[in-house]
């Protein structure tokens, strides 16, 4: 059974870092792109960055480009999302989501989420 | 970039049939492959299609997708409706960039 963990997840001030995890087991990690998606509180979902298979191709939406950096640890098999620069409307649930296939742009399993509230 | 624009709300009884629909801002909505996903009030979201027809694994067949390249959209229909299945239904496909797009999702009330 796949199963995706999302961790550190917190209350962080605007202008500061944060470092999420996922971390994964149940399938071969290194053979699927991930891809990390975010809901603000009664929003919709958003599309935040995704990191193929291999770890070499990495994609980011305009929001966040410049300012979070996704990368991967096959040998771990574990996800990251390094988050700077905060602002407000960074708060949010993030949630990890499985690639079906390399690439990663179709999900077939999501992790439950980790809260990260970006305020004063 | 595209858009996928989906209605905010829709209802209907039990028993019934209902359609969500996905339309596609730009280029062609058989250029790649539409998913849908349920998300259900405080859950994550879950699989129920990908590319554009294909059930999830454990999603019944009263769940089904297509595309209709005349209107440019993508349809989630769900048959003899449940109460279990109220929720939010998100469309979503992706760009030759490997971008991906979400709908602004669809509130589903079986009422």
């Known amino acids: 059974e796949v199963q995706l963990m999302e961790s550190g997840g917190d209350l962080v001030q605007p202008g500061g870092s944060l470092r999420l995890s996922c971390a994964a087991s149940g399938f071969t990690f290194r053979n699927f792109g991930l891809t990390w998606v975010r809901q603000a509180p009664g929003k919709g979902l958003e599309w935040v960055s995704s990191v193929n298979a291999g770890g070499s191709q990495t994609y980011y939406a305009d929001s966040v480009k410049g300012r979070f950096t996704i990368s991967r640890d096959n040998s771990d098999n574990s996800l990251y999302l390094q988050m700077n620069s905060l602002r407000a409307d960074d708060t949010a649930v993030y949630y990890c989501a499985k690639g079906r296939w390399s690439s990663g742009v179709q999900f077939d399993s999501w992790g439950q989420g980790t809260l990260v509230s970006v305020s004063s | 970039n595209f858009m996928l624009t989906q209605p905010h709300s829709v209802s209907e009884s039990p028993g019934k049939t209902v359609t969500i629909s996905c339309t596609r801002s730009s280029g062609s909505i058989a250029s790649s492959f539409v998913q849908w996903y349920q998300q259900r009030p405080g859950s994550a979201p879950a699989t129920m299609i990908y590319e554009d027809n294909q059930r999830a694994s454990g999603v019944p067949d009263r769940f089904s997708g297509s595309i209709d390249r005349s209107s440019n959209s993508a349809s989630l229909s769900i048959s003899r409706l449940k109460t279990e299945d109220e929720a939010d239904y998100y469309c979503?496909?992706?760009?030759?960039?490997?971008?991906?797009?979400f709908g602004g999702g669809t509130t589903l009330t079986v009422l």
């Open positions: 979503q496909s992706y760009d030759t960039n490997n971008r991906v797009v």
